[in-house]
């Protein structure tokens, strides 16, 4: 058992199904580490993340109790089968290396089987070494495509 596992252990990871100040004050801090051109989620807009049927959002917590990351599973009907996407996952930079995404991406992994999906896609910068080298560990395999985006005029 490596280190990261050691650690892992005393990760739990658990859905979100109320919004309260302690979650409004984690997401206030961890989203800035994912990206610094999004505000981070008022009450109101997890929400309705919370809320939404299709929406996991997942959370962290080390020994103390503290949120120390969060994943959301996206998981969706369409015409093939149920899908799933992981996106905006993002453990706070004093956490990282402890096993914390590790912990978040299999539980999502867990959930999204138990839901009924046949695929879990996410994403990755390549600069987020440290990243792609969890998801490929996890058994996230890189396919040969390209990803489009159109962005509305705000």
């Given amino acids: 058992m490596g280190s990261e596992d050691v650690d892992a252990?005393?990760?739990?990871?658990?859905?979100?199904?109320?919004?309260?100040?302690e979650l409004v004050t984690a997401m206030a801090a961890?989203?800035?580490?994912?990206s610094?051109?999004?505000?981070?989620p008022d009450a109101a807009v997890l929400g309705a993340i919370v809320d939404s049927p299709a929406c996991h959002l997942l959370?962290?917590?080390?020994e103390d109790g503290g949120i120390l990351g969060s994943l959301t599973l996206v998981v969706f009907p369409i015409p093939t089968g149920v899908r799933a996407w992981i996106?905006?996952?993002?453990?706070d930079g004093d956490a990282r290396g402890l096993g914390v995404g590790a912990a978040l991406n299999s539980h999502a992994?867990?959930?999204?089987?138990?839901?009924?999906?046949?695929?879990?896609?996410?994403?990755?910068?390549?600069?987020?070494?440290?990243?792609?080298?969890l998801y490929q560990r996890l058994g996230f395999e890189?396919?040969?495509?390209?990803?489009?985006?159109?962005?509305f005029d705000r």
């Fill in 59 to 62: 959370v962290a917590r080390g």
């Fill in 30 to 34: 961890l989203v800035p580490q994912l």
């Fill in 36 to 40: 610094s051109s999004s505000s981070p």
């Fill in 9 to 21: 252990a005393r990760v739990t990871v658990h859905e979100c199904s109320v919004v309260d100040d």
């Fill in 142 to 151: 890189a396919r040969e495509t390209n990803v489009y985006r159109f962005t």
């Fill in 87 to 91: 996106e905006d996952v993002v453990v």
């Fill in 109 to 133: 992994l867990d959930l999204a089987r138990q839901l009924g999906a046949k695929t879990v896609d996410l994403t990755s910068r390549p600069s987020r070494e440290a990243a792609n080298r």
